[in-house]
């Protein structure tokens, strides 16, 4: 029985490298019909941790993004556009709607803020004609406003 087991660990491993989408698709009905021991655990295990990071990273990236472009709203007022207030509003709504699928990233918001505030201010310098130095070193707006669809800094 410890070989046939072994057999089944290995060929859903191989199948985990080969074709992951076939993996999950077996993965899925082993759950769905409680065949335990068929499930490749280290993958699966594996394969939901990713999942959590991937949200935060989602989180983190929509951020730098905001945060940049609300840089930009602010110091380069005469360069404004429906375009940067279009990408403002849309990453304010990705970010609500994140947050609304997974309300345990809630507390993770400040530290995410702060870890990707030095890259949105280099995409703010980047796509203006201004120098690192024009914008604020430190975070300068309060989570609430960066969230709020009527915060347009410098307004």
């Given amino acids: 029985m410890n070989q046939n087991l072994s057999e089944i660990e290995d060929k859903t491993s191989e199948l985990y490298e080969n074709d992951f989408y076939a993996w999950t698709v077996k993965q899925a009905n082993f759950l769905r019909n409680r065949d335990w021991n068929n499930l490749d655990i280290p993958n699966l295990?594996?394969?939901?941790?990713?999942?959590?990071?991937?949200?935060?990273?989602?989180?983190?990236?929509?951020?730098?993004?905001?945060?940049?472009?609300?840089?930009?709203?602010?110091?380069?007022?005469?360069?404004?556009?429906?375009?940067?207030?279009?990408?403002?509003?849309?990453?304010?709504?990705?970010?609500?709607?994140?947050?609304?699928?997974?309300?345990?990233?809630?507390?993770?918001?400040?530290?995410?803020?702060?870890?990707?505030?030095?890259?949105?201010?280099?995409?703010?310098?980047?796509?203006?004609?201004?120098s690192k130095e024009t914008f604020p070193q430190e975070y300068p707006y309060g989570l609430e406003q960066i969230l709020d669809f009527d915060f347009f800094p410098g307004e």
């Fill in 45 to 130: 295990a594996e394969e939901i941790e990713s999942l959590g990071k991937q949200d935060r990273r989602e989180l983190r990236n929509r951020l730098r993004v905001l945060i940049g472009h609300l840089l930009k709203w602010e110091f380069q007022s005469d360069k404004r556009s429906k375009s940067w207030a279009n990408t403002i509003d849309e990453q304010r709504f990705q970010i609500l709607g994140l947050l609304q699928e997974s309300p345990s990233l809630n507390p993770y918001l400040p530290d995410a803020i702060s870890e990707v505030y030095k890259y949105a201010l280099k995409l703010a310098a980047d796509e203006t004609s201004l």
